[in-house]
């Protein structure tokens, strides 16, 4: 146990073995000894080793100590001791060598001089050799499996080393280590269960932790947001006191930024999970003037970039959108706002809170709105644009302040097309306030002031409030300025063409040469009054045709492009400036090539790139500050279109302006006839659902009709079941005599008050078969009408036809079944009266009661000659149908006639089921009558017979009636 002695602090006897020797005697005691107690010291004598020798206790018992995790794990002390090793051998950290340092004493002290460069030489070692060890432990991905299961075990001995040695790795070799933990079984899960641990060391290395793997891997940052993070991590900043928080409020921040930036997935399941609205007391700052130390300073920068990343212009215009509706309505604008006019605020969170507040009100009409409406706590109270436009012009302001208030007056104009009619309203005379200031006065002012940073910044301002706007560019034209006593006053535009041939600055005339390149593209009135100035068209050529320097080469590019826009949108309406005679100017003073490449010097410049990537202005240095965002684009629409313009000839012009004709024309035609379509193909769709809706029609009448046939057949079978039943009643009772008392009398008298009413009955079918008649006549005369007006006839007609033919057709059945129902009803109820009267032979009155069966029998006579009369009426009403068939099927009629007849029979169906229908219900009536009446004869002892031998009985009745006499 020498060996062990001299590293735990002993003092051995005899000659001290050096450090690899004894660091090989340790990994022989570890791999050998079969007590835990001897491998936990070996392992933590290791552990002292590890930071002085780390080369050698890498190199030899890397193994060793792999071995130990996986057979000691029931150790938890012996296993903290070989996580702790493992760490310092892979962990690159600079107080690690700065230790080391210490504890070489008095012996590093005659090397202070050259302690810079050593150190620095030494790191780059240290951070070779951890990337090195690194790589030889994750080649075998089963070890780092094996750290993930460590992480399960709660002892704080094992969690914390465990948690320390796995940020390690991580910092060496990210991306491998990351692809490891992806396609290990609960690898995230396990990581993020760190966040929940009670103990907050543990708690905030895993935070470290988790910042270091969600780097770069959308997948991971994807599974980490699906386990709950977001919830979590809000929770923490939350209890640690927002932005008054510590260092672990920043660690939250920075692994919400990696979560959120650049994955669009991750900010929509933020913003779907309410958690914007959580963001809002982040930005409750007070009105301390006091208290911004450097942390609250940190977190509170972290806070708003968070802000911009869920609205950047790079995400997707929806998700942006969206996000920007959900910060208006929870506060959050009006919150960023306040801090926006607050007192005290430092100047970067100053800054960045512009940059955001531009960002959340970009695009976005109703976040616009309301920064219109903002105002600032002066006296009296300024709009906050109007505060904000002060600062840009003021040459005192920092730098990256003026940046972002340019940037925050460039959203608040994009895609706001009221916005930008309101500054240039501030420009007109009409609206000018002397008492006030405003956003228009400070923009000129700025851009006719001797600082070049504000004449570019009031220029570039001035174009966006006329990008995409025609109206606004013809407004603008109408602004005078004064420019001394006793002159008259000179348009906006020749203001800037006369400071612009002076000869300022190369950073005001690129603003200047900005504005009027955005100002009169696409605004052919623009163009004439800028060509209205003689001066104008000579002082660009002169600029592009000189050999200037370097510097000036930009602003001879600028002078082409306006040039070149003054061509192509020009109306010819100037003599002098036509743009034949341009094109001619240009070839005799300029050359053709020398202009195309003099425009085309202007996107190989190096800060044209820069500017093209993002609508943010950043410049490192005001010298930088030359091409807007908005104009690389404007370039990069009309360079080519400018090119081929200026290289075609009159005659190729002619020739286009003729093509452009003729397909103007041709479009033209085009457009008739896709009107004249458009009406056939609505034509055509109404026909058709005037053709689907007469089918239903014809389908629901024909299933009308067949349910009515069913229902006939119904009643024609129940009529028979019942006609059998009287039958065998009849024969069972045949013989049974029986006395009829004054009951049976009160009976007669009830069968005549209902053949009364079946007169009635009768008397109303007549009335509805005299209107029939004339509704037949009304169609005669009708569908002669129609013989007269009919001009052709097509399939549609035929196929109504046929349908009427078919209607018709079971109109005549259903008339002829009706009048065979009647006689069949009559001829029952004569049997029923018969069988009444017969069955009362014995009575005293019979000769009272004949007489009143032969008026019954007279009357019935009389209601079958009516029936009779109906069944020839009927015939000719059917008659008179078939005529009129014949005259419709030769009118040949129109379609609208044809539609019109078709409903008046399809009414006429109607009706004729209406009667039906009360026909059925008065023979349902009948029946259940006679059913009442032959109850009544059973409940007397009457017996009711057959028709034979009812009429035997009336021959035998009368031959006793004659023997009587």
């Given at each position: 146990?020498?060996?062990?002695r001299?590293?735990?602090?002993?003092?051995?006897a005899?000659?001290?073995?050096?450090?690899?020797?004894?660091?090989?005697?340790?990994?022989?005691?570890?791999?050998s000894?079969?007590?835990?107690?001897?491998?936990?010291?070996?392992?933590?004598?290791?552990?002292?080793?590890?930071?002085?020798?780390?080369?050698?206790?890498?190199?030899?018992?890397?193994?060793?100590?792999?071995?130990?995790?996986?057979?000691?794990?029931?150790?938890?002390?012996?296993?903290?001791?070989?996580?702790?090793?493992?760490?310092?051998?892979?962990?690159?950290?600079?107080?690690?060598?700065?230790?080391e340092?210490?504890?070489?004493?008095?012996?590093?002290?005659?090397?202070?001089?050259?302690?810079?460069?050593?150190?620095?030489?030494?790191?780059?070692?240290?951070?070779?050799?951890?990337?090195?060890?690194?790589?030889i432990?994750?080649?075998?991905?089963?070890?780092?499996?094996?750290?993930?299961?460590?992480?399960?075990?709660?002892?704080f001995?094992?969690?914390w080393?465990?948690?320390?040695?796995?940020?390690?790795?991580?910092?060496?070799?990210?991306?491998?280590?990351?692809a490891?933990?992806l396609v290990?079984?609960?690898?995230v899960?396990?990581?993020?269960?760190?966040?929940?641990?009670?103990r907050?060391?543990?708690?905030?290395?895993?935070?470290?932790?988790?910042q270091h793997?969600?780097?770069?891997?959308?997948a991971?940052?994807?599974?980490?947001?699906?386990?709950?993070?977001?919830?979590?991590?809000?929770?923490?900043?939350?209890?640690e006191g927002?932005?008054?928080g510590?260092?672990?409020?920043?660690?939250?921040l920075?692994?919400?930024?990696?979560?959120?930036?650049?994955?669009s997935?991750?900010?929509?399941?933020?913003?779907?999970?309410s958690?914007?609205?959580?963001?809002?007391?982040?930005?409750?700052v007070?009105?301390?003037?006091?208290?911004?130390?450097?942390q609250?300073?940190?977190?509170?920068?972290?806070?708003?970039?968070?802000?911009?990343?869920?609205?950047s212009p790079?995400?997707?215009?929806?998700a942006?959108?969206?996000?920007?509706?959900?910060?208006?309505h929870?506060?959050l604008?009006?919150?960023?706002?306040?801090i926006?006019?607050?007192?005290?605020?430092?100047?970067?969170?100053?800054t960045e809170?512009?940059?955001?507040?531009?960002?959340?009100?970009?695009?976005?009409?109703?976040?616009q709105?309301?920064f219109?409406?903002?105002n600032?706590?002066?006296?009296?109270?300024?709009?906050?644009?109007?505060?904000?436009?002060?600062?840009?012009?003021?040459?005192?302001?920092p730098f990256?302040?003026?940046c972002?208030?340019?940037y925050?007056?460039?959203?608040?104009?994009?895609?706001?097309?009221?916005?930008?009619?309101e500054?240039?309203?501030?420009?007109?005379?009409?609206?000018?306030?002397?008492?006030?200031?405003?956003?228009?006065?400070?923009?000129?002012g700025?851009?006719?002031?001797?600082?070049?940073?504000?004449?570019?910044?009031?220029?570039?301002?001035?174009?966006h409030?006329?990008?995409?706007?025609?109206?606004?560019?013809?407004?603008?034209l109408?602004?005078?300025?004064?420019?001394?006593?006793?002159?008259?006053?000179v348009?906006?535009?020749?203001?800037c063409?006369n400071?612009?041939?002076?000869?300022?600055?190369?950073?005001?005339?690129?603003?200047?040469?900005?504005?009027?390149?955005?100002?009169?593209?696409n605004?052919?009135?623009?163009?004439?009054?800028?060509?209205?100035?003689?001066?104008?068209?000579?002082?660009?050529?002169?600029?592009?045709?000189?050999?200037?320097?370097?510097?000036?080469?930009?602003?001879?590019?600028?002078?082409?492009?306006?040039?070149?826009?003054?061509?192509?949108?020009?109306?010819?309406?100037?003599?002098?400036?036509?743009?034949?005679?341009?094109?001619?100017l240009?070839?005799?003073?300029i050359?053709?090539?020398?202009f195309?490449?003099?425009?085309?010097?202007?996107?190989?410049?190096?800060?044209?790139?820069?500017?093209?990537?993002k609508?943010q202005p950043?410049?490192?240095?005001p010298?930088?500050?030359?091409?807007?965002?908005?104009?690389?684009?404007?370039?990069k629409?009309?360079?080519?279109?400018?090119?081929?313009?200026?290289?075609?000839?009159?005659?190729?012009?002619?020739k286009?302006?003729?093509?452009?004709k003729t397909?103007e024309?041709?479009?033209?035609?085009?457009?008739?006839?896709?009107?004249?379509?458009?009406?056939?193909?609505?034509?055509?769709?109404?026909?058709?659902?005037?053709?689907?809706?007469?089918?239903?029609?014809?389908?629901q009448?024909?299933?009308s009709?067949?349910q009515?046939l069913?229902q006939?057949?119904?009643?024609?079978?129940q009529?028979?079941?019942?006609k059998?039943?009287?039958?065998?009643?009849?024969?069972?009772h045949?013989?049974?005599?029986?006395?009829?008392?004054?009951?049976?009398?009160e009976?007669?008298?009830?069968l005549?008050?209902e053949?009364?009413?079946?007169?009635?009955?009768?008397?109303?079918?007549?009335?509805?078969?005299?209107?029939?008649?004339?509704?037949?006549?009304?169609?005669?005369?009708?569908g002669?009408?129609?013989?007269?007006?009919?001009?052709?006839?097509?399939e549609?007609?035929?196929?109504?036809?046929?349908?009427?033919?078919t209607?018709?057709?079971?109109?005549?059945?259903?008339s002829?079944?009706?009048?065979?129902?009647q006689?069949?009803?009559?001829?029952?109820?004569?049997?029923?009266?018969?069988?009444?009267?017969?069955?009362?032979?014995?009575n005293?009155?019979?000769?009272?009661?004949?007489?009143?069966?032969t008026?019954?029998?007279?009357r019935?006579?009389e209601?079958?000659?009516?029936?009779?009369?109906?069944?020839?009426?009927?015939?000719?009403?059917?008659d008179?149908?078939?005529?009129?068939?014949?005259?419709v099927?030769?009118?040949n009629?129109s379609?609208a006639?044809l539609?019109?007849?078709?409903?008046?029979?399809?009414q006429?169906?109607?009706?004729?089921?209406k009667?039906q229908?009360?026909?059925?219900?008065?023979?349902?009536?009948?029946?259940?009558?006679?059913?009442?009446?032959?109850?009544k004869?059973k409940?007397?002892?009457?017996?009711i017979?057959?028709?034979?031998?009812?009429?035997?009985?009336?021959?035998?009745?009368?031959?006793?009636?004659?023997d009587?006499?």
């Amino acid at each position: 146990m020498n060996f062990l002695r001299g590293v735990m602090g002993g003092q051995p006897a005899g000659p001290q073995p050096s450090g690899t020797e004894t660091i090989q005697k340790l990994c022989d005691r570890v791999a050998s000894s079969t007590l835990l107690e001897d491998r936990r010291d070996a392992v933590r004598a290791l552990k002292a080793l590890s930071k002085k020798y780390r080369s050698e206790v890498a190199s030899q018992a890397m193994s060793h100590l792999i071995h130990i995790l996986q057979t000691d794990s029931s150790d938890s002390e012996i296993i903290g001791y070989a996580l702790d090793t493992l760490y310092n051998i892979f962990s690159n950290d600079e107080e690690e060598e700065q230790d080391e340092s210490e504890d070489g004493g008095p012996s590093s002290s005659g090397k202070q001089s050259s302690k810079p460069a050593h150190d620095e030489n030494g790191q780059k070692q240290a951070d070779d050799l951890g990337c090195q060890f690194t790589e030889i432990f994750i080649k075998e991905q089963e070890n780092v499996t094996l750290l993930l299961s460590l992480l399960e075990e709660f002892d704080f001995h094992v969690r914390w080393p465990g948690v320390k040695l796995l940020t390690a790795l991580l910092k060496n070799q990210c991306s491998q280590v990351q692809a490891v933990i992806l396609v290990s079984p609960m690898g995230v899960s396990r990581l993020m269960d760190l966040l929940a641990d009670s103990r907050e060391v543990i708690r905030n290395d895993g935070l470290l932790l988790l910042q270091h793997l969600t780097k770069g891997n959308a997948a991971i940052q994807k599974i980490v947001a699906f386990e709950n993070a977001f919830e979590r991590l809000l929770d923490i900043i939350t209890e640690e006191g927002n932005s008054d928080g510590g260092i672990v409020v920043e660690d939250c921040l920075l692994l919400l930024l990696n979560l959120l930036k650049n994955n669009s997935s991750n900010q929509n399941f933020f913003k779907e999970g309410s958690y914007i609205q959580r963001m809002k007391p982040w930005f409750e700052v007070g009105d301390e003037n006091s208290g911004w130390s450097a942390q609250k300073v940190t977190n509170l920068h972290l806070m708003l970039q968070l802000v911009r990343v869920m609205v950047s212009p790079v995400n997707p215009p929806g998700a942006t959108s969206s996000c920007q509706k959900s910060m208006y309505h929870c506060g959050l604008l009006q919150q960023l706002c306040t801090i926006l006019m607050a007192t005290g605020v430092p100047a970067d969170i100053l800054t960045e809170t512009i940059n955001t507040v531009s960002e959340v009100i970009r695009g976005s009409q109703v976040n616009q709105d309301y920064f219109a409406s903002v105002n600032a706590p002066s006296n009296p109270p300024r709009p906050a644009i109007v505060v904000l436009l002060m600062s840009m012009v003021n040459e005192k302001q920092p730098f990256v302040l003026r940046c972002a208030v340019l940037y925050c007056f460039q959203c608040f104009l994009y895609k706001n097309q009221k916005g930008q009619g309101e500054i240039v309203a501030t420009l007109l005379p009409s609206t000018i306030d002397a008492n006030s200031i405003s956003a228009g006065q400070l923009l000129c002012g700025g851009l006719f002031s001797t600082d070049s940073v504000s004449n570019w910044c009031a220029a570039v301002a001035l174009a966006h409030a006329l990008q995409d706007n025609l109206t606004q560019k013809e407004q603008l034209l109408r602004v005078q300025l004064a420019t001394s006593l006793g002159n008259p006053p000179v348009s906006l535009l020749q203001q800037c063409t006369n400071i612009l041939s002076q000869g300022s600055k190369v950073q005001t005339r690129v603003g200047l040469l900005m504005l009027l390149c955005t100002w009169i593209s696409n605004c052919p009135i623009a163009v004439t009054h800028f060509l209205h100035n003689q001066a104008n068209i000579p002082f660009l050529t002169g600029q592009i045709s000189e050999n200037l320097g370097e510097d000036e080469e930009l602003v001879q590019g600028l002078c082409a492009l306006l040039l070149g826009i003054c061509i192509y949108y020009n109306d010819n309406s100037l003599e002098n400036y036509t743009k034949e005679k341009l094109k001619q100017l240009i070839e005799k003073r300029i050359g053709k090539e020398n202009f195309v490449e003099k425009l085309g010097s202007i996107c190989k410049h190096e800060l044209y790139s820069r500017a093209a990537q993002k609508p943010q202005p950043v410049f490192s240095s005001p010298e930088q500050m030359l091409f807007d965002h908005e104009f690389t684009k404007l370039v990069k629409e009309l360079e080519a279109v400018l090119t081929k313009t200026v290289h075609k000839s009159s005659e190729e012009e002619k020739k286009e302006e003729e093509v452009k004709k003729t397909l103007e024309q041709h479009d033209s035609i085009v457009t008739q006839y896709k009107e004249l379509i458009r009406e056939q193909d609505a034509q055509i769709n109404e026909l058709k659902t005037q053709v689907s809706s007469m089918k239903t029609q014809n389908e629901q009448l024909q299933a009308s009709v067949t349910q009515q046939l069913s229902q006939i057949q119904q009643h024609k079978d129940q009529y028979n079941v019942l006609k059998l039943k009287l039958g065998k009643d009849s024969q069972q009772h045949n013989g049974e005599g029986a006395q009829v008392n004054g009951v049976q009398l009160e009976e007669l008298s009830r069968l005549q008050e209902e053949l009364e009413e079946l007169k009635k009955q009768h008397g109303v079918l007549q009335s509805q078969l005299a209107e029939k008649d004339s509704l037949i006549e009304k169609m005669k005369s009708e569908g002669a009408h129609a013989v007269e007006g009919t001009a052709g006839s097509s399939e549609n007609n035929s196929e109504l036809q046929k349908e009427l033919e078919t209607l018709r057709a079971q109109v005549q059945s259903q008339s002829a079944e009706i009048s065979q129902l009647q006689a069949e009803r009559q001829e029952l109820l004569k049997k029923a009266e018969t069988s009444a009267i017969v069955s009362a032979p014995g009575n005293t009155d019979s000769s009272a009661a004949a007489a009143k069966i032969t008026e019954l029998e007279k009357r019935l006579s009389e209601v079958t000659g009516e029936t009779e009369k109906i069944k020839e009426e009927g015939k000719i009403w059917s008659d008179s149908k078939a005529a009129l068939e014949q005259q419709v099927a030769t009118a040949n009629s129109s379609v609208a006639i044809l539609q019109n007849e078709k409903s008046k029979l399809q009414q006429e169906v109607a009706e004729s089921k209406k009667e039906q229908d009360d026909l059925l219900m008065l023979l349902a009536d009948q029946d259940q009558k006679i059913k009442s009446l032959k109850d009544k004869l059973k409940e007397l002892g009457e017996p009711i017979e057959e028709d034979d031998d009812l009429d035997t009985r009336d021959q035998y009745d009368d031959e006793d009636d004659e023997d009587d006499d």
